[in-house]
């Protein structure tokens, strides 16, 4: 029952969630990110306490575990407290993963469905790089340069200009297989014309895809996008003191140097060494 209220509270009844959920029930048609992390509704259902011990069982064992250890320590004294702490845990039998790749997709796949929304809302969802892809490392970049803040390309032709959305925005996860680079939009108003309006929000998101693959923003707009990412890497300050702040500030991290020798320069792609070509 827990379960369930959960996925009530962020799924069934939650707009932006549902939608978000059938959005990749329809990208997806083989692999597993067809089916939600949390489970349909009726497997939820369905469950039995053993099925639940069963899956305890399985997965939560120490070779299906990372431990991750930040900070000044010894590494003997350390490996000592994992042991007694883990060591009398025995190994799990894993089952073999059996994940289908996803078929190549040749054309559009739309869905329209009815919920109680202020506003029409449109959600399009671009086949994205895996985690170990070198292209993950330009694709927060262009979400930046299309959707991070005010100038960005979309929010300025799509909000400002044309008055079509109140809302735009995008996101790409670091899922290990290909995923998706998704793109929201919110109507400006409940107007008649929502179907219009909802076709220009998906017309101008292709059209500043494409303008910005054809035409690069310049170095000043791709440096101001790796700013943004190097400041949120930095540590915050763990006080609300002013002053305390300010002294962080102040001892600003190279937090920019670190970034830029973690990506990889090499590949073919021409939308990351257009992304990596300011430094």
């Keep these: 029952e ?10 069934d009844d939650d707009v932006e969630g549902a939608v978000e959920e059938l959005l990749w029930k329809t990208a997806f048609e083989k692999h597993p990110y067809h089916w939600p992390t949390i489970g349909w509704m009726s497997d939820i259902e369905a469950f039995t306490t053993d099925d639940c011990l069963d899956f305890y069982k399985t997965y939560y064992s120490p070779n299906n575990a990372c431990l991750i250890v930040i900070g000044d320590v010894s590494e003997k004294s350390l490996l000592e407290k994992v042991s007694r702490a883990y060591g009398t845990i025995p190994a799990a039998q894993l089952p073999v993963e059996d994940i289908h790749p996803e078929p190549a997709q040749n054309g559009d796949r739309r869905v329209e469905v009815e919920k109680p929304t202020p506003t029409s809302k449109v959600v399009v969802g671009f086949k994205g790089p895996a985690l170990g ?10 979400i930046e340069v299309l ?13 400002r200009e044309l008055a079509l959305a109140s ?19 919110s109507a400006a108003s409940a107007l008649p ?3 219009a309006q909802r076709r220009g929000s998906v017309t101008v998101c292709y059209t500043s895809c494409a303008r910005t693959v054809m035409v690069w ?8 996008s790796r700013r ?10 763990m006080t609300r003191c002013p ?21 990889p320069s090499g590949g073919s792609s021409s939308v990351k060494r257009r992304a990596l070509a300011a430094k």
């Design 217 to 224: 923003p310049s170095p000043c707009g791709v440096a101001a």
């Design 167 to 185: 809302d735009a925005r995008g996101s790409v996860g670091p899922h290990r297989d290909p995923s998706l680079i998704e793109v929201f939009a």
């Design 133 to 142: 892809d070198a292209d993950l490392v330009a694709a927060p970049v262009l």
């Design 147 to 159: 959707l991070g803040g005010r100038t960005s390309r979309v929010q300025k032709r799509l909000v």
């Design 228 to 237: 943004k990412f190097a400041s949120a890497a930095r540590p915050k300050p």
């Design 193 to 195: 014309s929502w179907k």
């Design 243 to 263: 002053r305390a702040r300010a002294v962080a500030a102040r001892r600003r991290p190279s937090g920019a140097s670190r970034l830029r020798t973690a990506v």
């Design 2 to 11: 827990v379960v369930a209220t959960e996925r009530r509270y962020r799924v």
